[in-house]
């Protein structure tokens, strides 16, 4: 039996009009955990079959966070299907270069403790790249890597992932398609991308072993994942573009058993997703409608009421004119739309015709639960309409997800506790906590509890001086601690009923009438992602109570980027002084600014990232032809 990813292989690449901008064949699913549990099935098919054959299964595997889930669903079916690794032997595309097996950050570290250490594949069967071997010996260590794959027979089943400077293994832009195993520098955005599990981009390491392009190509069948917005823009390219050194994944394009796996954040920009209208005809809702004028509208540079019938016609949505008549009417009803989306009164406007209002005007008094990933995304994303939200007399609350104690460097930490110790002399405790810092090695993950707490504490007050702030009562200010985050390293557990009840008591207790959350889904293996999911399981759970049918649930976006225009169903509109408020509330996170830790690849800090952000939505919305603001909060309706 194929398996569902398998058999699509015959029947999409070429053969569908929507496919006619793609090189590749792909296939999206709803979810990334979805997709990773067929693509394990895939793979757990391809290993009995050899058993059945009594042949060795040739697998070439990956790193990183794309193939994680794919290696839990493996282990599962270790466990509980008999699915066994005997006759399997592993080829790992890459490690870092100096870098120690016995480090927690090597790939030899990585794979023992996704997979190898869980399955019965035999130790001598399992070949990872050496990160040690000495600068004399490199060549002729690669020369043999190579050998070996192909004395075994090749590989069988490539497993990949892709950065976003379009590697593949670590075949940085340059690389040559018939290149083979060797060592490689790494490029810039590799190494900012690697550097939050090294503690800050200066501990990444500079070169790598990879597999090469030819290597790679000469598998039989390869799998790429590419799960998250992150990934979008680089999947387009490699899908829909030329084949290039300037992205290595698209050498895949000349691979004749290949599937991109992906989720729907990662082929988000593919034309077919994107734009459909531009290469099959649609059944146009409200939607779609909306989005292709605003796609037009942003293409052409015109407002929405100065487009015309020929803008439309000649970008591939006369279907759209024919069904709408004119553009004329067609324009107004989108710009109408748009409009309608703009609101001073993010709680509702009391006693107006809410009609067209995006939040309800009954009741007047509306209970809010203030969802933070962080103790910071509530002011860094929402600043504003919190701000509003309490003026305008609703009962505000707010809920830390996470204790953000990871976020806090070691320095800041320090500095509170000498302030601690100064004012205390005696505490046994904070001494310790000293000596702890002091000592601690650079890439020391876990931090002792103490310091933990400590660094928790730093974030929960600086929240507390925040929200006073902007006036909300500290009995308002709820830190959940989800425990799913308290790991003391990088690396999150995962989410437990303990998670989920944490966040349904605080529901129950509160029985509100909105709730704000972040709706983040730029990195599926972020806190943001995983505080999300959180969210929609106590949702399902809670859906039931009485007081749910009177709860709209709002998705904010944090620091990194914002929702499409088209997507926007509320709009709060920011004064220049609302600005500055904001910004001030953003200021009290003080560990969280110059140099955060995880700050990824826009040096700015959050407060200026995001008035750049939210100037750059008034921008937008001005563009369309509507009001100029200074500044705009986006939210997107979530319906459970
Ligand atoms: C890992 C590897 C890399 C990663 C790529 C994506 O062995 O060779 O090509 O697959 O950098 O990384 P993630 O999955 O972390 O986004």
Sequence with gaps: MMSDIKKTIYQSIGKFEDTRFEKIHNITYQSSQEASVL?????????????????????????????????????????????????????????YYGM?????????????????????????????????????????????????????????????????????????????????????????ITRIDAAPSFFGIENVPRKAITMGIGTVKNAKRIVLLAWGANKTIIIKKTIEGEISANVPATYLQHHNNTTFVMDKEASAKLTRVKTPWLVRSCIWDTSLKLQAVVWLSNLLKKPILKLTDKDYNTNGMSGLLMQEGAAYDLNIKMFNKLQNTITGWPGGKPFADDAKRPERANPAKKRVIIFSPHPDDDVISMGGTFDRLLRQGHEVHVAYQTSGNIAVSDEEALKFAEVSKEINSDSKKVSEIIDFLKNKKRNDAIDSLEVRHLKRTIRKRESLAATRYLGLSDKNVHFLNLPFYETGTIKKGNLSNKDIHLMTSLIDTIKPHQIYAAGDLADPHGTHKVCLDALFIALKEVKDKKYMNDCWVWLYRGAWHEWESYEIDMAVPLSPDQVLRKRHAIFYHQSQKDGVMYQGDDSREFWVRVEDRNRLTAVKYNDFGLADYAAIEAFKRYHF
Excluded: W
Aim: glycine letters at 6%; charged letters at 25%; a negative charge.
């Design 39 to 95: 693509v394990a099935q895939e793979i757990a098919q391809l290993i009995r079959k050899k058993q059945q054959e009594k042949a060795i299964c040739v697998l070439g595997l990956a790193t990183g966070s794309s193939p994680v889930k794919v290696y839990e669903e493996l282990v599962r079916m270790h466990r509980e299907e008999e699915l066994s690794f005997k006759n399997v032997i592993t080829f790992n595309l890459d490690e």
């Design 100 to 188: 120690d097996k016995s480090n927690i950050q090597s790939y030899f570290y990585f794979m023992h403790e996704h997979l190898f250490n869980h399955v019965d594949i035999l130790p001598e069967n399992i070949n990872i790249p050496d990160g040690t071997v000495t600068a004399k010996n490199i060549l002729q260590y690669c020369i043999d890597y190579e050998m070996k794959i192909k004395k075994v027979g090749g590989l069988d089943f490539q497993l990949l992932g892709i950065g976003r400077t379009g590697h593949i293994g670590f075949n940085e832009p340059g690389s040559h398609f018939n290149s083979e195993t060797r060592i490689i520098t790494l490029d810039h």
